[in-house]
């Protein structure tokens, strides 16, 4: 990709003979530095200044910024908002495409990340119940914050003098007084607050889940490590950074002192013209993102490959053989808000290579063994209504039962919440509410949500195997599985189903017989309580703003037929 002719605001532009160092408690021992993730900017620019840290081109003002020219914009951040009264552990909240995760923890406040696509109300119980003390908004947003009771400071996305944000930043390094690092100090308790992330809520009020500066420090060393980052790497932001602190990507990425291309929207013309043309390594995404990626018009194979990491979902076969062949590499992650995003990772072995697509695909979508930095994951014994039985007990292999983890990547809290945190961390560990196998080989694979079983005719019926069977028809594009009630049985499963676009045509009218063909699909390979019982064919299926299925939506649907 060309040079892009842009010039930083002259506040942007770092002094002569810079010092990338924190200022450290008169108590802190000669051997202890508490661990946080705003030292790996500090460390990149240090190391790699003239490296281009982001690339922003998609938009009518695209700027890119080295690691010098962005850690001095991060200073700048971070003496703003001293300035304008924020105090260590106040909370600063975030409603933009691209984030501010180093500045906030610079200053040693809590960044409070908010899902862009909420409706106002929702963001407005997010303020309200995080406390937040000032918001940075987007001005694509800022409706969203309207009549907000704090300080709320706009930015246009221009990286331009004029911009009230650059205003924010220069005013920051004016009252800086040219202290830089030195006169901000590095918060001497790891512990601290970092981040308050909040979860989608789909069966009640979001719930903030708190981590610390230790954890999220920890979490991004291991998501570099895990998916092989370093300063080769250019990662395309396709997964939205509320999402889990962006799973503690954007502190992976500079500790690895990689490349960042940011896009403000999910938009695949463009993400195939990063693809193509960025150099792009690394992007993560659900499986539902993987497949609107694949099944797009601009998909084209691949010159060199491209990481892809995928969580949220098991990658079906028919996703994991469109990825490879196009040539990507696929590295399936597995987590929840809790856990900083990703604690676990499907780790490929050579004898896999010599595997059908079909057996491949089976083993590569198990959730696997456990990352670098976090403790063994366990599966313990579940009663009949899906509940961890007192003690976490073992299951025996391939015995169902609850994913349930504890170590230095797992949250503090759910803030203001200590009933809800006491229930998650009932016996020493937190569980996840996933229902899973072990394996003799010590990995995992996911069954199911514990409230996503289908209990037809006293047997455990798992949706996830069942869509990864059905997914295996040439004519599926997506489809997702619920429980719908059954006179005889009890429940049954209902698979509501996306067509390709070429079967669309094809089955037009003759919506029935597709549901026979595919219901015949998997006969011999299901049995016969975890065989549909009714299939309807949708256009689209509800989705969360990260991607991840509705299943409450559907089975709200399934209820009224």
Known sequence: ???????????????????????????????????????????????????????????????????????????????????????????????????????????????????????????????????????????????????????????????????????????????????????????????????????????????GVMATLRGSYLAAISNAYESKLNINSVYLWVLPMFHASGWTYPWALTFAMAKQVTIRTVDYKAIWGHFLYSGVTHYCGAPTVQISIVNSPEAKRLKTPITAVIAGAAPTA??????????????????????????????????????????????????????????????????????????????????????????NIVMKEYYRDPKATEEAFRGGYFATGDVAVKFPDGSISIRDRSKDLIISGGENASSLAIEQELSLHPDVLEVSVVARKHEKWGERAMAFVILHQEAVQKWK????????????????????????????????LPKTSTGKIQKTVLRQRAAKL
């Not at 200022?23 to 993730?37: D, F, G, I, K, M």
């Not at 219901?519 to 309580?529: A, D, H, R, T």
Request: charged share 20%; with cysteine.
């Open 1 to 207: 990709m060309s040079p892009l002719e842009f010039q930083p605001t002259p506040e942007s532009i770092p002094p002569p003979n810079v010092q990338y160092r924190l200022q450290l408690a008169p108590s802190t021992a000669v051997n202890y530095t508490p661990l946080n993730p705003i030292s790996f900017i500090l460390r990149a620019a240090l190391i790699y200044p003239n490296h281009v840290a982001l690339s922003h081109r998609n938009v009518a003002t695209p700027v890119e910024y080295t690691y010098a020219v962005w850690a001095q914009r991060v200073q700048n951040l971070a003496y703003g908002l001293i300035k304008a009264g924020i105090e260590p552990g106040d909370r600063v909240a975030v409603i933009a495409p691209n984030y501010a995760h180093n500045g906030v923890l610079a200053a040693r406040a809590v960044l409070v990340c908010i899902n862009t696509r909420l409706v106002k109300s929702d963001i407005e119980y997010i303020l309200s119940h995080s406390g937040a003390k000032l918001v940075l908004v987007d001005h694509e947003y800022a409706g969203l914050v309207k009549d907000c009771p704090v300080p709320v400071i706009v930015s246009r996305d221009t990286g331009r003098a004029g911009d009230p944000y650059e205003t924010f930043l220069s005013e920051g390094r004016r009252f800086s007084r040219e202290r830089g690092w030195a006169g901000l100090q590095l918060e001497e308790e790891e512990t601290a607050n970092a981040t308050l992330n909040y979860t989608s809520g789909t069966t009640g009020r979001p719930k």
């Open 509 to 540: 009218g003759r919506e029935d017989e597709f549901q026979k063909d595919l219901i015949n699909f998997v006969k011999g390979k299901l049995p016969g309580f975890a065989q549909p019982a009714w299939v309807e064919c949708v256009s689209e």
């Open 318 to 407: 028919a996703l994991l053989e469109a990825l490879e062949n196009l040539n990507f590499q696929v590295n399936h992650v597995y987590g929840l808000t809790e856990t900083y995003g990703p604690f676990t990772r499907n780790y490929d072995r050579p004898e896999y290579k010599s595997l059908g697509l079909e057996e491949r695909a089976r083993i590569l979508s198990r959730q696997g063994h456990a990352f670098a930095q976090a403790d063994e994951v366990r599966v313990v014994q579940i009663d009949e209504e899906g509940k961890r039985k007192p003690g976490l007990i073992d299951c025996d292999f391939m015995q169902p039962g609850e994913i349930v983890t504890r170590g």
